[in-house]
């Protein structure tokens, strides 16, 4: 078993990488914060970075991976769950659900692929939140998988920015039930 997961992990490295980074938006010359501000694509997710000021900490240096809903993933939620997490006195609670989607340290999509690759097909990553948050393959994607069984699929790898790199994703992870 273990003489075909080096064969299959170097496989899947070497077809899934120019699947993936064919869409980047990468801009190495601005954070985070300012290349999710001129996204059309996440004006929810930047609401809640100012909501829970998370935004500071995605504006200075550092280097941070943001697993980035789009507006249409955060529509997966009801428009009732995100007027609640929107009011200031659910502030905590919209805090860990942003920064379940951010991890410390810049993951590209290809460090993703080789920690899979060691762990059998499996990484699991530590959130700034403090939850885990596991990595898997499904096909050529790139799979998260949150403690509740909720799954996203990166769908744009590799946004370089100068503190970071952003990876959409087309669903929102959740530490736990809101």
Same mark, same amino acid.
């Given at each position: 078993?273990?003489?075909?997961?080096?064969?299959?992990?170097?496989?899947?490295?070497?077809?899934?990488?120019?699947?993936?980074?064919?869409?980047?938006?990468?801009?190495?010359?601005?954070?985070?914060? !300012?290349? !999710?501000?001129?996204?059309?694509?996440?004006? !929810?997710?930047?609401?809640?970075?100012?909501?829970?000021?998370?935004?500071?900490?995605?504006?200075?240096?550092?280097? +941070?991976?943001?697993?980035?809903?789009?507006?249409?993933?955060?529509?997966?939620?009801?428009?009732?769950?995100?007027?609640?997490?929107?009011?200031?006195?659910?502030?905590?609670?919209?805090?860990?659900?942003?920064? +379940?989607?951010?991890?410390?340290?810049?993951?590209?999509?290809?460090?993703?692929?080789?920690?899979?690759?060691?762990?059998?097909?499996?990484?699991?990553?530590?959130?700034?939140?403090?939850?885990?948050?596991?990595?898997?393959?499904?096909?050529?994607?790139?799979?998260?998988?949150?403690?509740?069984?909720?799954?996203?699929?990166?769908?744009?790898?590799?946004?370089?920015?100068?503190?970071?790199?952003?990876?959409?994703?087309?669903?929102?992870?959740?530490?736990?039930?809101?």
């Amino acid at each position: 078993m273990q003489r075909l997961a080096l064969p299959l992990c170097f496989f899947l490295i070497l077809f899934s990488l120019p699947v993936i980074a064919q869409t980047n938006n990468s801009n190495p010359e601005t954070s985070i914060l !300012t290349s !999710t501000e001129s996204s059309v694509n996440h004006k !929810t997710l930047l609401a809640a970075m100012r909501a829970t000021e998370l935004d500071k900490l995605l504006s200075f240096d550092g280097q +941070y991976t943001v697993f980035a809903p789009s507006d249409k993933a955060f529509q997966e939620l009801s428009h009732a769950e995100i007027s609640e997490l929107l009011k200031p006195e659910n502030r905590k609670k919209l805090h860990e659900l942003v920064a +379940y989607h951010i991890v410390a340290g810049k993951l590209s999509a290809s460090k993703i692929l080789r920690a899979m690759c060691r762990g059998n097909g499996k990484a699991t990553f530590t959130t700034v939140q403090g939850e885990k948050i596991t990595a898997t393959m499904d096909g050529i994607d790139i799979v998260l998988t949150d403690p509740l069984g909720n799954r996203a699929k990166i769908i744009m790898a590799d946004a370089d920015q100068c503190n970071g790199v952003i990876h959409e994703i087309d669903s929102v992870i959740l530490p736990r039930k809101i």
